[in-house]
């Protein structure tokens, strides 16, 4: 990893910090590039079971690099943040505009700061909102609203990013991260990481189908869950009267996807 990108991992979970201050973390392809690789690995390593993104104040990312020319950077993160099988929580701390807001709606779960700048304002630039953008948008707060955003290329605040639904939370700027943080590391030491993994995928994939097949798979994967290492630890610890005590690995244990759903990829990275 170069200076551009932190990685911070202890008690289970990855805090993947953009760093550059004097720019407000404005995004270069070195920290585009170190960011996808971070998440790559966050994905494949079983010690990690929460993922924070955030970035070093006083900004959260202020989009790309306007030194470099336009379409240099794009925020298509390889992977992004909704492939991993991890949760991914962004802890946006401060401005976060074009590809650095782009970057948080990939994530799972999003606290902004209250009296931080947002927008996605590319057609202000005469340029185009990228990173998925008019796909994790709409998803989040419906097509209206999504129009309202992406069309004016306008601004708002952290209170308007919870009212929108983009946000899960509206924080001081100093709390952010700390609630961030809180959240992942309940994750990954309460929860069962297989059964949190394929629950994150589900989630994701379930609005392109059916209620019937998202029942299904419901129903086919509590199965193959059962069978696996944690199936019945959930039960045992609470007829204990204990905390469970999770072993099952996200890695070897993860179902070849295509065989359950009967189309599409695997989700996950080969």
Known sequence: MSSE?????????????????????????????????ALR??????????????????????????????????GLIDPPPFKIRKPVIAAVNGHAVGIGL????????????????YG???????????????????????SARAADLLLTGRTFDGEEAKALGLANACLHAAEVLPQALEVAHDIAQGSAPLPVALSKRLLWEAPTM????????????????????????????????RQPKWNGSVSSEWPAWDAITGSGPRPGLD
């Open 41 to 74: 690995r966050c994905d494949n390593d079983d010690a990690i079971g929460a993922v924070v993104v955030t970035g070093t104040p006083p900004a959260f990312c202020a989009g790309a690099d306007l030194s470099l020319q336009v379409g240099e950077v794009r």
């Open 210 to 241: 059916d209620p019937e097949t998202v029942g299904r798979l419901e129903t086919e994967l509590n199965d193959y869950v059962a069978k696996s290492s944690d199936g019945g630890e959930g039960v045992a610890a609470l007829k204990d009267r």
């Open 102 to 117: 782009e970057i948080a709606l990939q994530c799972d779960i999003r606290y902004f700061a209250r009296d931080a700048v």
């Open 120 to 142: 996605l304002n590319q057609v202000r630039r005469g340029a185009l909102p990228g990173g998925y953008a008019h796909w994790t948008l709409p998803r989040l707060i419906g």
């Open 5 to 37: 990108l932190h990685v911070d991992v202890s008690g289970g979970v990855a805090v993947l910090t953009l760093n550059r201050p004097a720019q407000q973390n404005a995004v270069t392809p070195a920290m585009a590039s170190d960011l996808g690789a």
